[in-house]
């Protein structure tokens, strides 16, 4: 049987990648593809333990480091676990985020650096990265006013704007270093425009990968 593919999806907070996951999930079941769900950080009963250690706010400071290094002990947990497993069975598997946010969140918006963070992806990976990534683009302003609407911030939601635009040009970064991966969707538009130039994306995926 051969192995399943590994699709995120990626973005600043706001950029409506809830309603676009639901329309992935629809296009791939048209095509006779179930795909198996799943987020980071988190994915997996211990993941989600780690998830609600970083998210929740907090009076002590979290050293960027210790992010880092927890955002990468979740998903060794979930790759271990949950992704690796079924991509073996054939399974498809689509996550809300995944490495890519490391670099964005991590790498550039708390400015660690991206050669760090790719020695830790090279060490505790080996290499696993998703076969597409759709990353929403959004400008930053836009996106957090979507975002004020849905209540009560988390920790990183309730960072500076200036932390959100390294964040956006991190995720930039990537995918012009792998624009192959990597396909960057103007989310600015009505839905019907975002979904077009997902479905752009998904055909050329599907048909390079359909056996
Ligand atoms: P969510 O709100 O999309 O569920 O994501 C949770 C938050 O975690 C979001 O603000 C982005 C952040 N995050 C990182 O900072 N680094 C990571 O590696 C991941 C996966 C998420």
């Known amino acids: ?10 973005g600043t907070e706001g950029v ?7 329309f ?13 769900h799943t987020r980071e950080p988190g ?12 998210l929740s706010k907090r009076e002590e400071i979290v050293d960027s480091r210790t992010e880092l290094l927890l955002m990468f002990a979740a998903r060794c947990q979930h790759l271990a676990q949950k992704i690796e497993p079924a991509l073996k069975k054939g399974q498809w598997v689509l996550s809300d985020r995944f490495t890519d946010a490391s ?25 696993f990265k998703p076969d597409l990534t759709i990353m929403l683009d959004l400008p930053i302003e836009i996106g957090l006013e979507r975002a004020e609407k849905r209540g009560e ?4 939601e309730s960072e500076q704007i200036e932390f959100f635009h390294r964040v956006r040009n991190g995720y930039l970064a990537i995918a012009e270093a792998e624009p192959e991966r990597m396909k960057v969707i103007d989310a600015s538009g009505t839905i ?10 998904l ?6 990968n359909k056996d």
């Open 1 to 10: 049987m051969s192995r399943g593919k590994f699709i995120t999806i990626e």
């Open 203 to 208: 055909i050329n995926f599907y048909e390079a």
């Open 24 to 36: 992935i999930t629809q296009w791939l079941a048209d095509k006779g593809i179930e795909i198996l």
């Open 16 to 22: 409506g990648k809830s309603t676009n996951i639901a």
């Open 153 to 156: 911030k988390d920790r990183f």
């Open 103 to 127: 670099f964005a969140y991590q790498g550039s918006g708390r400015e660690l650096g991206f050669e760090r963070l790719a020695e830790l992806e090279n060490w505790s990976l080996q290499g």
């Open 43 to 54: 994915g997996t009963p211990f993941a989600e333990e780690i998830r609600e250690l970083l």
């Open 192 to 201: 019907e425009q975002v979904q077009r130039q997902i479905e752009k994306a």
